[in-house]
């Protein structure tokens, strides 16, 4: 299978994704000019909060590698 950068995908024939890739081509081709019936979302919530600990700066200016 051939790799197609992502700038060039919609500039690619549809019949040259249907030869590459049968019918994702295709679809592939569809998303990449914008159609489809997927609905996009751009709202979320954070599903976790992080548990990192941070250090001191003390002990990053003592040259400790972190």
């Given amino acids: 299978m051939a790799f197609i950068p992502s700038r060039i995908l919609p500039k690619t024939p549809i019949e040259h994704m249907e030869r590459?890739?049968?019918k994702?081509?295709?679809a592939l081709w569809h998303k990449a000019h914008g159609r489809g019936s997927a609905e996009i979302t751009t709202?979320?919530?954070?599903k976790s909060m992080s548990h990192e600990?941070?250090?001191d700066c003390a002990l990053c200016r003592s040259g400790f590698p972190a």
């Fill in 20 to 22: 590459i890739a049968g």
């Fill in 53 to 55: 600990k941070h250090f």
């Fill in 24 to 26: 994702w081509g295709e």
């Fill in 43 to 46: 709202d979320w919530e954070q």
